[in-house]
C-alpha cells in the first residue's frame, strides 16, 4: 500500500473538488487525470476540500520544492493575487481583540526529516512528499491568552512553579495577556475553533500534521525555518541558558540567549518567510491528527475528528532544546492533557 494515493475528487483538477492533499512521492500529478469517486469523508474534509468560489479559482499549485524566501513570497503574493484575497487578514476575536492570520499557498513539500537530519527520531521517517491543492490561513502566531479569554473567561494559564518550590511566590507567569495560551487540552482547542469558525463564517480549525509542517517549512528542506541552529535565538524561544534559572537540571543550550525563561508574548521573533511567528519553540502546538507512525497517509482514519488516540504535537517550546524543535519534530499528548508548554494556532479556510 506505500504507493497508494490519498484524497480523491469527484471533479477532474482546476474545478471546485479538486484534491486538497495528495502523496505524489510515487504517484506524479498527470494532466488531465481523474481521479476515483467516493471516500472523501473526514479525511477530505480535514484536508481543505470546502472549498470557495475563490478558492477554486487558484491555478494548480507550483510543485518545485525547497524554494527560498524570495520565493516563498511571490508564491505567496501571486496566491492572494489570484484569490483576491489579503496575504494578511486580521478578524475580530472579541471586543478590541483581534486575531492576525498569513495566507499560506498551496503547493508541494517533502514531509519529515531525511535521514542525513541529525539528530534524527524515528517517527520522523519516512518522508512522503504531499502536495497540499488548497491555500488556507493560518495565525500568525499561537493563540494568545487575551484571545482564548474571549472564548473562556474562565481560562487560567497559571504559573510554572520555580525549582526550589519555596512557595514565596507562584512562580513566572504563563498567563500574560500576550503569552500563547497553554493548559488548554486538544478538546477545548478544538471547541475555540469551532466558537471563532461561527463567529466568521469560515470553517476554522487546527491544522493538520502536514499543513502545520508545510506552513513552518515556508519551502526550507532544513532542519528549521532558518536553516541551521545558529540562527535559532533570532527566530525562536527554546531552552536557552536562562532557563537555568528556573531549573537548573534542565537540558539547555548553554550557549544561546533568547531573552525569555519561559513563554514570551507572542510575535516577539523573528518570523518565517511566510510571515508566521513561533512556529519553533514558545509553545509547542497541537495538530489536528491522529498521532501514527509514517508514512503519512491522509486517508487512514488519522485525520478523523472522532479518531481516538494521541494527537501530534508541533514545534518544541521554551521549555525544549533545539532537536525537539525542529519542523520534523513530532509529539504527542492525550487530547484531554492540557499541559503546560502547549497551545496551538487556527487555521481557517478561505
Ligand atoms: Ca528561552
Ligand atoms: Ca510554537
Redesign the pocket.
Known amino acids: 500500500m506505500a504507493h497508494r494515493r490519498v484524497g480523491r475528487a469527484s471533479s477532474p483538477p482546476g474545478s471546485r473538488a479538486q484534491w486538497a492533499l495528495r502523496r505524489t512521492a510515487t504517484l506524479p500529478c498527470r494532466s488531465g487525470h481523474r481521479p476515483r469517486r467516493g471516500g472523501w469523508g473526514w479525511a477530505a474534509v480535514l484536508a481543505g476540500l470546502l472549498t470557495s468560489a475563490a478558492a477554486a479559482q487558484e491555478a494548480l499549485p507550483p510543485t518545485a520544492w525547497p524554494f527560498d524566501a524570495a520565493e516563498a513570497q511571490r508564491r505567496q503574493a501571486a496566491a492572494a493575487e489570484t484569490l483576491g484575497l489579503p496575504a494578511e487578514w486580521t478578524v475580530e476575536v472579541g471586543g478590541e481583540v483581534t486575531m492576525a492570520l498569513v495566507l499560506v499557498p498551496a503547493g508541494e513539500f517533502v514531509m519529515g526529516a531525511p535521514e542525513a537530519e541529525s539528530p534524527l527520531d524515528p517517527d520522523e521517517a519516512p518522508q512522503t512528499r504531499l502536495r497540499l491543492e488548497r491555500p488556507f490561513y493560518l495565525g500568525r502566531c499561537e493563540v494568545t491568552n487575551q484571545q482564548y479569554g474571549c472564548f473562556d473567561p474562565t481560562h487560567d494559564s497559571r504559573f510554572i512553579d520555580t525549582n526550589w518550590k519555596d512557595r514565596v511566590g507562584p512562580g513566572l507567569p504563563l498567563n500574560e495577556p500576550q503569552q500563547p495560551v497553554c493548559r488548554v487540552s486538544w478538546e477545548r482547542a478544538q471547541a475555540f475553533c469551532r466558537w471563532l469558525g461561527a463567529k466568521l463564517g469560515k470553517t476554522c480549525r487546527l491544522p493538520s500534521e502536514a499543513e502545520w509542517e508545510y506552513a513552518c517549512r515556508a519551502g526550507t528542506d532544513t532542519p528549521f525555518c532558518c536553516g541551521t541552529a545558529e540562527a535559532l535565538p533570532q527566530f525562536a524561544?527554546?531552552?536557552?541558558a536562562?532557563?537555568a534559572s528556573l531549573k537548573p537540571w534542565a537540558v539547555r543550550e548553554q550557549q544561546a540567549n533568547?531573552g525569555?525563561?519561559a513563554s514570551a508574548p507572542v510575535g516577539r521573533y523573528q518570523s518565517n518567510a511566510w510571515g508566521l511567528c513561533d512556529m519553533h519553540g514558545n509553545v509547542a502546538e497541537w495538530c489536528a491528527s491522529v498521532y501514527r507512525p509514517y508514512p503519512y497517509e491522509a486517508a487512514d482514519g488519522r485525520e478523523d475528528p472522532a479518531a481516538t488516540g494521541a494527537r501530534a504535537v508541533r514545534g518544541g517550546s521554551?521549555d525544549d532544546r533545539p532537536r525537539r524543535c525542529r519542523s520534523a519534530f513530532r509529539l504527542w499528548y492525550d487530547p484531554t492533557f492540557a499541559v503546560y508548554n502547549v497551545g496551538f494556532r487556527v487555521l481557517v479556510e478561505p
Request: hydrophobic share 60%; aromatic share 10%; no cysteine.
Open positions: 524561544n527554546l531552552a536557552d536562562s532557563l533568547d525569555a525563561v521554551w
